[in-house]
């Protein structure tokens, strides 16, 4: 009678409550390891070892002190240190006060690291001694000094302590049975990591714990792993989080076998030693295991090593030689914005039967969306239109879902260009084969255009790793009268070999197209960034002076 | 100047949109495994074999013919079958129009039936043949007839066709290309399932697609299970929606073995003839397994099984015969309105070093909460306050997180009286043992009390099950004037043994504390309820009646 009445679902009258929903977090998988397998070992490093109990304890002494502080929700606490134990508890003490770990990279110089901590407004900075003086530099540039705690590694080279404690000091300062809680929204931050600027200022990158949750069980899925992984820090934890696996071991209540320095005699020490299951790396980690020297202990494995690998597509050479070794690769792609790795290379068994040559062509490819991820296209920079499914025509790669980041920390203009129209811009170009795979073809700004024909630079460098006298090789754009941009390469050797550049030529226009070869080839070091990755923005100036000479 | 600033936390800035945030389903599994394993064997069931590019197409099929009937958001279909193809595809196609899947158990009579389609308002009935008799009855008893399907699978024994159409027929009527879209909101309805209703009324209880995402994923990391499972359906599906396994086995594109009968010949012959890595089922599949006769092919297993068993405590003298046969068990435990388990008894490698008498008693543990459930504990029933974890004091078992049901439909007292204070009370009592493993004692019913002492019947059921010539036994209470009650059991005895009362009685007392003994043996079959449990108010009326006899 004039009233009214809308019939609502009697689905939709069921709501949320505390026995039915609660935020999703990783800090949950801690505290199940530790209360289900209290005295399994989870952290190792040198001499030092944990349990599951122990780290767990160690993790709340760590937020109570920093409660204590005065750390809570929304503060950033930094850290800047190599993958020691310290690090991986700052994984889950800082978030369960509440605040947000920034990792920073320990490879910057005074002004970058100055620049996060200012940016990022941490309140307090972890520190390795080791760093000490590019972390005294960079405190002497903020006009506000955090708190400043040591670590104080035995296994530290030098260095001096610069702050008002040492960690452990630290944690005696907390309980070890501090009453932590969720946060009270899955979406909110849990770290901050800043890109490592190839191009202009950093940005950081905001994670959430929802996203944080979902992708540790996500590399789960992915690598379809058994219970109890014996993981070895060969990626750093700076690195997107370590890829998420701080949190993922931590779900399967594994061992965290520390690493403080990626050393090919060291890795297979450990490997030995502590029955390591699993560990990730950029492609360079692979090569240097294969170029081990005989007294860096390269022995053939004791137990099958899963590999996951990425940061860069790894020359078929290189993964073709790692598998012979006895390790078992899998190839995933992603980027600081997506928490590290949200596409695999998912394998077929059937591509066993193939030829070695070719199943390390199909490796090479970055492949399809994590289970746990939810779209993963290449389309049109601008208009979003998918590409066709040929393998040939190259378009900008997306990705949509709960791993991609919160978005850029004060930034809006970049988070706003970054999400428009609904998808994650990459940056990073590449194909649709018509399985569905994608292979990435160069980023964006790395692709050479020579007389009108795009030329992959990855394709050209996956060329130059098959030749047996180089050892790390990087293509780019040498501006050119004619063409407008010719390939030049930038190559290294490997120790005792000679080659000259047309040889190197030659070689290349045996495996590709003449126009996609180097016009150029220069002998010498590759300029990397602070996570590994060769700088072609220096490359690019070089190639582009060699006119001016 | 008069106008409050409140200061926002720039981490709190960063805005959900659709790159970023998406609602987690589980109905993105199968695009998935379709688009990267198109070519796989998804379904097996006798001579049909289904990809996963064929499943999905179906699933589409079905997700646009019920679209075209105006099935969309909160619609109800219901279905009634076994374990079947149409079953599974169910599954997906349901929930891809927005509706929600209920499935129903094969084993009810004609009036539950109906009050189940009435109750839950099933637009759509999806029915086998082979049950025509029962559906029939109940379609009569209807005020309004939903649109009946029928499936028409060459394996059913008789029965007639009811509906509409066949279901292969029904499917035509879909478009395989089907654009189905992900719920707006992850806390949609994707699944209603009746509770057994061993007291009162069943009541439907209601999932969400957040849950059964999460489930589907906790299981894989319960189970540490690999790429590629191929999974036997010895679990009905219509039981918790096979405990999620439908979306489990399709997020790691594994095989799903239909079986629509379960007989421990057809189970063994499925092990060898198709790899059968894992399966599932109550402890009465696996006493079938151990007690099959030679001509059931009871052969030694080819392969690893790995048996997730849960529904009620597996005595031990089961699980230490299982193990011996080659199959791996690991005991789960939860709740229709926990989406199926929610909880594991996480094993210690260490305990492998323990008598098997002693593994097989941790075993029967329900154990801990699953990785990605948020909370277990064993408390006090009104003041929630936990136990002791000293493996005796008993208290009601409750469950809290992300693996709880939305609530019950249309039922908002069952609802609410569940999750007071914030936890599902699960109504089964138990207690906690020191390492934080609980111990489920009874149903709190169930208990009997007998001269003011607690007895707990599935004690006394475990020792009677080490009785050589017993099968099933189930153990209730017998009003008794001096004691209040004393324990009265009922036992089903082996083929070709024979025992008397007092031998019963006599094995008891050699093994647990006399006033823990049966006083009452009574040799009978056992009544059960449609999803095979024991129907304990049946027996207690029994036992009732002999002090009238």
Not at 33 to 49: I, K, Q, T
Not at 80 to 90: D, R
Not at 112 to 137: C, N, P, W, Y
Not at 421 to 440: A, C, K, Q, S
Request: contains cysteine; negative net charge.
């Amino acid at each position: 009678m004039g009233v009214s009445q809308v019939a609502t679902n009697p689905y939709e009258m069921l709501d949320k409550n505390e026995a039915n929903y609660q935020p999703l977090t990783p800090l949950t998988y801690i505290e199940r390891a530790a209360s289900v397998f209290p005295d399994r070992l989870a952290v190792l490093h040198g001499d030092e070892r944990y349990t599951w109990k122990q780290t767990y304890e160690r993790c709340r002494r760590l937020a109570s002190a920093l409660a204590k502080r005065g750390i809570g929700k929304g503060d950033t606490v930094a850290i800047l240190a190599p993958n020691v134990p310290a690090h991986f508890e700052a994984h889950f003490g800082i978030p369960m006060t509440g605040g947000v770990i920034n990792a920073i990279n320990i490879r910057l110089d005074a002004e970058s690291v100055a620049f996060i901590l200012q940016h990022g407004e941490a309140k307090v900075l972890i520190t390795d001694r080791e760093f000490s003086d590019v972390v005294k530099k960079a405190l002497h540039l903020l006009p506000k000094r955090p708190l400043v705690i040591d670590i104080d590694d035995p296994q530290a080279r030098d260095g001096e302590l610069l702050g008002e404690m040492t960690y452990e000091q630290f944690l005696e300062t907390g309980d070890p049975d501090y009453a932590w809680t969720r946060p009270e929204d899955e979406w909110q931050a849990i770290a901050l990591n800043y890109t490592s600027g190839t191009t202009g200022n950093p940005k950081g990158v905001v994670y959430h714990h929802r996203g944080a949750a979902l992708n540790a069980v996500g590399n789960v899925v992915t690598w379809g792993m058994g219970h109890h992984p014996v993981y070895l820090w060969t990626l750093p934890m700076f690195h997107c989080n370590g890829w998420c696996f701080p949190w993922t071991i931590t779900a399967m209540a594994g061992t965290h076998v520390c690493l403080r320095r990626v050393e090919a005699g060291r890795i297979f020490e450990l490997i030995h030693s502590t029955g390591v299951t699993h560990m990730c790396g950029a492609p360079i980690v692979l090569n240097m295991l294969i170029n081990a020297k005989p007294d860096e202990k390269k022995l053939p494995l004791p137990q099958t090593v899963n590999v996951m690998t990425a940061g860069a597509a790894p020359p078929a050479a290189v993964l073709d030689n790692i598998e012979k070794m006895g390790f078992k690769v899998v190839h995933v792609y992603g980027l600081t914005e997506t928490y590290g790795p949200a596409a695999v290379c998912a394998w077929h068994d059937e591509w066993n039967e193939l030829p070695r040559e070719e199943q390390a062509i199909l490796k090479a490819r970055q492949g399809v969306r994590y289970t746990l991820q939810d779209g993963l296209m290449v389309a049109d920079a601008l208009t979003l239109a998918p590409v066709p499914a040929d393998g040939k025509t190259i378009g900008e790669v997306f990705f949509r879902g709960n791993i991609v980041m919160k978005g850029y920390l004060k930034n809006p203009t970049a988070t706003s260009e970054a999400f428009a129209g609904g998808w994650f811009h990459t940056g990073d170009l590449g194909v649709m084969h018509p399985n569905g795979y994608i292979e990435l073809k160069d980023r964006s700004k790395d692709i050479i255009i020579s007389g009108g024909e795009n030329i992959s630079t990855i394709e050209v460098e996956g060329v130059l790793y098959q030749h047996p006298a180089v050892l790390e090789a990087a293509v780019v754009a040498r501006p050119d009268e004619k063409w407008g941009e010719t390939p030049c390469a930038f190559i290294t050797l490997k120790e005792g070999h000679k080659v000259s550049e047309a040889d190197i030529i030659a070689f290349c226009r045996s495996h590709l197209a003449h126009f996609k070869c180097p016009r150029t080839v220069v002998f010498s070091d590759l300029p990397k960034t602070s996570t590994g990755k060769i700088q072609k923005f220096v490359l690019r100036d070089r190639a582009r002076a060699l006119n001016e000479e």
